[in-house]
Structures are given as structure tokens and as C-alpha cells.
């Protein structure tokens, strides 16, 4: 088997976790940079971002977006990926408005989910459009799979001409409604995709160390940070996302899996070299 570099995303706020839980989680432009910058400096070549009021409340505001992805592309080449999730609740033209950014690269759900005590809603009409949307404007989506069904219709897209393979796949195991994080879990999602995608695995709370040990063994990618996981071990609080990225490059050290720059990142998930 051969096997990639180590490409970490940091997924460094989400729409869910807020201060109460825990006063590292960044809200504003300036703090999301902040963050993104740190954990690229510990490893990560993918930034995640949802983008948040200032008070915390979740928004799709493009305008913020640009301001975020300026504020870390100013000081680091690293992979900015935007949100097209939002937070439980928000219209498909609420979520979909960051796509007219162009952004480099962009989540995209493929099927609804409960997601704790709501419904993360993603009808096939809703995907198909952010789908048509991401390929028409050159924006590469990484795949996000809440439970096993997502897989299939994903490759369903491809076989379409939706979307461009090979895809490249979050299996996001241990939400509240999804699939659960447990190691057979992540190895059936990895025996759905064809052997020419990449894939990156989150797991999230106290899954997410277990998850990205096993994601590293067999030879995937692995995503961490303050939206899946506030903890750096049980009972204490992680310092940030920076924290829990650093963990896994000294993983990778002991278990012998070199970690990708942004530009090998690009490389291993096929997105064109930028100007
Ligand atoms: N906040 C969740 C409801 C994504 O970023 O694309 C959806 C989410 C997925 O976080
Ligand atoms: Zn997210």
C-alpha cells in the first residue's frame, strides 16, 4: 500500500460550540484567523470554517467569510474550507450564499441527519444544487458523511456527471443521530469508496483520538479541532484547535506518516496549483 502524506484539516469553531463550554472557541473574523494560523503552524495544510456573529450566533454572511479566508490567506497558504452546512435550521439559500465566493474548496452533506436534538437537513434537490453550483464555479467539495447512506449518494453525483471524481470523502462518526465512532464503523465507510478517492476521518468528543489513530493506520486523513471536540483528555479543556493538530503530527511522527504541506495537500486531493 502506498500511502499518502498526512493531510490534517483543523476544524476550528463549527456552528455549535460556544464560549459557555469553552473560552478558546473563535467567533470573529480576527479570531478565526488567529486560530487557523496556529494550527497551520502545528500542521494543518485544511482550515475548516463556519463563519459566526460576533456574539457567536451562527451566519452564512459571505461577506464574513471573505473576510476570514483574507485574514489567513494574508499569512498562510493554506487550504481554506468553507462551510456548506451552517448550523441546523438555515435555509438552503442561507448556506449555499458562501459558494458565490468561489471559495477554494467547500463542505458539502449528502443526506439529512438527526444531529442531536435537530434535523441537519439535506434533500437530494438541495445537494444536487450545491453540487452544480461548486463544479460550475471550480470549488472542490470534500464530501461529508454523517452515516453510511451519504456515500452512495455522493457517487451517485458522479456517475451523473454532478460531480468530478475521484471525490474526497469526511466520515464524520460519533454525531448524536449519525453514525457512531467506533472502529468497524470507519473501516465500512473506508470498503464503500472506490479505491481512487481520498478520505479524511472525524471523529467527534471522545472519538475523535481513537478515530484519527485509526484513520493514520490505515493509510486516510484525519480532522480535528474545537468544532468535533473541546477536550484535550478527559476532564480538561483543549487550549485550542492549534493543540489538538499538534497531537497528531506527533502521532504521525511515531507511526511514520510524513505530514503534507498545503501544497501537497492539493496535490493528494486534486486541486489545481493557485495562480
Ligand atoms: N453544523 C452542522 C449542522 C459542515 O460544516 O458542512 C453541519 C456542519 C457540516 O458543520
Ligand atoms: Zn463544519
Not at 9 to 38: F, K
Not at 129 to 139: L, N, Q
Not at 184 to 210: K, M
Amino acid at each position: 500500500m502506498v500511502v499518502d502524506k498526512l493531510i490534517i484539516t483543523a476544524a476550528v469553531n463549527g456552528a455549535e460550540v460556544m464560549r459557555a463550554q469553552t473560552p478558546c472557541v473563535p467567533y470573529t473574523p480576527a479570531e478565526i484567523a488567529t486560530a487557523a494560523l496556529q494550527a497551520a503552524e502545528a500542521g494543518a495544510s485544511i482550515i475548516h470554517v463556519h463563519a459566526r456573529h460576533p456574539d457567536g450566533t451562527s451566519t452564512q454572511d459571505p461577506a464574513t467569510y471573505q473576510e476570514i479566508i483574507a485574514r489567513i490567506r494574508e499569512h498562510a497558504d493554506v487550504i481554506v474550507q468553507v462551510s456548506t452546512g451552517g448550523a441546523v435550521g438555515m435555509t438552503a439559500e442561507e448556506r449555499g450564499a458562501v459558494l458565490t465566493l468561489s471559495p477554494e474548496m467547500a463542505t458539502l452533506s449528502t443526506g439529512t441527519v438527526n444531529f442531536g436534538d435537530g434535523v441537519f437537513l439535506n434533500p437530494p434537490a438541495m445537494i444536487e444544487h450545491f453540487a452544480r453550483e461548486m463544479t460550475a464555479r471550480g470549488v472542490k467539495p470534500e464530501i461529508e458523511v454523517f452515516d453510511t447512506g451519504m456515500v452512495a449518494t455522493a457517487l451517485r453525483l458522479v456517475e451523473k456527471g454532478v460531480l468530478t471524481g475521484p471525490l474526497h470523502f469526511d466520515f464524520v462518526l460519533g454525531i448524536p443521530g449519525g453514525i457512531p465512532g467506533d472502529l468497524r464503523n470507519l473501516l465500512h465507510l473506508v470498503e464503500a469508496i472506490p479505491d481512487d478517492c481520498t478520505w479524511t476521518a472525524a471523529g467527534i468528543g471522545r472519538a475523535q483520538l481513537p478515530i484519527a489513530t485509526a484513520a493514520l493506520l490505515l493509510g486516510g486523513h484525519v480532522r480535528v479541532g474545537l468544532e468535533d471536540n473541546i477536550y484535550y483528555r478527559r476532564g480538561e479543556l483543549a487550549t485550542g484547535s492549534a493543540q489538538l493538530v499538534a497531537r497528531i503530527v506527533r502521532l504521525a511522527d511515531e507511526l511514520g506518516r510524513a505530514i503534507a504541506s498545503p501544497a501537497e495537500a492539493r496535490q493528494i486531493i486534486g486541486i489545481s496549483a493557485r495562480a
